[in-house]
């Protein structure tokens, strides 16, 4: 049975799987930041593009335990989280008592037309089937303002495959893709994004990372 036969299912699996491991998770990935320069780099250049036009609100699509949006937050932008999962919703607001974090899925994004100065999916695409990328990136384009940077962190590769315990030994059933840059700048531009900037790295984060920046362009052409 392929990777892709269980999609009506997978929602479900990574929200009962982060659910799950969510105060692990946080515990794991909490300092990452501090060993991975390159993504510091990449992150404050996001920040000066959303301020250079005119700033606004930043959603982290996929926050996680919100380390990526406080860290936002600190570079001076009006930044938020949005994830699946409830228990790692708690985990951010407990962690981040001054910030906003809000139930959500990136698949149907409840956001206004084009509400957002910037996007940042932060790692957390890895987790939607190839069939659901474009319905991800239309959202994407929808929110965001034309001219909106939109920042994607990722694992490189060809595989997919079932992650069915992670984060301190808990049972998770998720499934983790890994993309090559080129296809997820393919998939952007059909969606209506110009990738401005792309990179390989290896670091904390990933053994192979991926780091793509775009923007909105004002129709799809």
Not at 9 to 29: H, M
Request: aromatic share 6%; with cysteine.
């Amino acid at each position: 049975m392929g990777i892709e036969a269980n999609a009506d299912t997978w929602l479900e699996d990574t929200r009962r799987s982060y659910d799950t491991v969510a105060a692990s998770y946080a515990d794991q990935v909490r300092d990452l930041l501090d060993r991975t320069p390159e993504e510091r780099a990449v992150l404050a250049l996001f920040t000066d593009l959303v301020r250079s036009r005119g700033g606004g609100s930043v959603a982290d699509v996929g926050c996680g335990p919100g380390r990526i949006t406080a860290h936002l937050s600190r570079l001076g932008v009006d930044a938020f989280g949005i994830d699946l999962s409830p228990g790692m919703v708690d985990v951010a607001r407990r962690d981040h008592p001054g910030l906003r974090f809000e139930l959500g899925s990136m698949t149907d994004l409840d956001l206004g037309d084009g509400s957002m100065a910037g996007l940042v999916a932060w790692y957390s695409l890895i987790h939607i089937p190839d069939t659901r990328i474009g319905t991800v990136f239309e959202h994407f384009h929808r929110v965001l303002r034309p001219g909106g940077p939109l920042l994607l962190g990722f694992h490189v590769g060809d595989t997919s495959k079932v992650k069915t315990e992670g984060y301190g030994g808990h049972p998770m059933k998720v499934q983790v893709h890994r993309r090559r840059p080129s296809r997820m700048a393919d998939w952007l531009d059909e969606a209506g994004f110009t990738v401005d900037e792309h990179r390989t790295l290896t670091s904390a984060e990933s053994t192979l990372g991926g780091i793509l920046l775009a923007r909105r362009r004002p129709d799809r052409r």
